[in-house]
């Protein structure tokens, strides 16, 4: 496996960037984006929004231990754009169509900690393959917890330079 994401740095704070090109147009992209039974294919957490509006409360919990912590939504653009913080950090999801028809997704993680970004992205990397699937017709589960394949894409991350040394779960 070889990692797709990028790390930057936005407004001073660390990011993670990844994209991905669908055959598939920018409304069913994005359908997969914000609806709660289509996020759940591919989304770490459960995302229970009150409304899909900037400033409306989003609350995400894990099977697992139920709570996943608040957000609220910055940005909803049907089926451009759609923004949402998640326990201080934001997630941005951009829809793009380009000229032959297909879909260009731009995913970009703007977190708190440096440290986080190679765990993170590793995490990432796997949810949005989960969201590859789940195009092409073959959903599964959202990816959970420390695997093998999270394991070989955690170490790809830091051997590209990836900011690591956060703590790892599991």
């Known amino acids: 496996m070889s990692p797709t994401g990028s790390y930057t740095e936005i407004d001073g704070r660390p990011a993670l960037r990844f994209v991905r090109e669908y055959d598939h147009p920018a409304e069913r992209v994005f359908a997969l984006l914000t609806t709660p039974d289509e996020l759940a294919h591919w989304f770490p957490a459960t995302v229970a929004p009150e409304a899909w509006t900037p400033g409306a409360a989003i609350v995400y919990s894990f099977e697992e231990d139920g709570d996943g912590g608040t957000g609220e939504v910055l940005a909803h653009e049907p089926p451009h754009r759609v923004g949402f913080s998640w326990d201080g950090e934001q997630l941005w999801f951009e829809v793009e169509t380009l000229r032959d028809g297909r879909t260009r997704l731009?995913?970009?993680?703007?977190?708190?900690?440096?440290?986080?970004?190679?765990?993170n992205a590793a995490?990432?990397?796997?949810?949005?393959?989960?969201?590859?699937?789940?195009?092409?017709?073959?959903?599964?589960?959202?990816?959970?917890?420390?695997?093998?394949?999270?394991?070989?894409?955690?170490?790809?991350?830091?051997?590209?330079?990836?900011?690591?040394?956060?703590?790892?779960?599991?």
């Open 106 to 119: 731009t995913f970009t993680h703007v977190m708190d900690e440096r440290d986080g970004a190679a765990r």
């Open 123 to 170: 995490g990432w990397e796997l949810c949005l393959d989960a969201l590859d699937n789940a195009l092409a017709g073959t959903p599964g589960g959202a990816p959970g917890g420390r695997t093998p394949a999270w394991e070989e894409l955690y170490e790809a991350y830091v051997a590209a330079g990836v900011p690591s040394g956060a703590a790892i779960p599991g």
